[in-house]
């Protein structure tokens, strides 16, 4: 498509049926409660557009994207970081029925973040409440795993 002779990377022959997004943010970059609050409202005002079958209980999914949170991570992590820059958190979707594929998964990851020259500081599962799924979102329900890279090593 172009405008005027310029090409652009937009072209509206690509718009279909397609989820919400939500975007909240506080513009001078303060860290904020309320912003997260605001962000699970937005969440919650997207329903209508999600993807959800007909039990009215399995659906597509739906994530919140937020700032590394620095100080948690160090007090989790125990951890004396150089800079704050160098940490990287990485949400990974793995096998939730087979171990033995999710530690295959989990060695490929491991393999790929040590390749690029980061080190795992730690990995632990996200918590869930499965109690609100519905049975076939329950019958393929991955593990959620966070996991933690530093780009120095210990």
């Known amino acids: 498509m172009s405008l005027r002779g310029r090409r652009l990377l937009y072209d509206p022959v690509h718009e279909h049926d397609a989820c919400g997004v939500g975007f909240v943010a506080d513009?001078?970059?303060?860290r904020s409660p309320r912003i997260l609050d605001l962000a699970v409202e937005s969440g919650v005002n997207l329903t209508h557009c999600g993807a959800v079958d007909a039990d009215a209980r399995?659906?597509?999914g739906a994530g919140i994207l937020?700032?590394?949170p620095h100080q948690l991570l160090?007090?989790?992590l125990q951890a004396r970081l150089a800079r704050d820059e160098d940490?990287?958190?990485g949400m990974v979707f793995l096998p939730g029925q087979d171990p033995l594929s999710r530690e295959r998964c989990q060695a490929i990851i491991d393999a790929a973040v040590q390749r690029h020259g980061f080190c795992a500081l730690g990995r632990r599962e996200a918590p869930v409440d499965p109690s609100c799924l519905g049975?076939?979102?329950r019958a393929t329900q991955p593990a959620t795993e966070a996991i933690v890279?530093?780009?120095w090593r210990p």
Do not use: F, I
């Open 27 to 30: 513009v001078s970059g303060q």
């Open 58 to 60: 399995t659906g597509d």
């Open 87 to 89: 940490l990287a958190v």
């Open 66 to 68: 937020t700032q590394v």
């Open 74 to 76: 160090r007090r989790y």
């Open 149 to 151: 890279w530093n780009s």
């Open 135 to 137: 049975d076939k979102a």
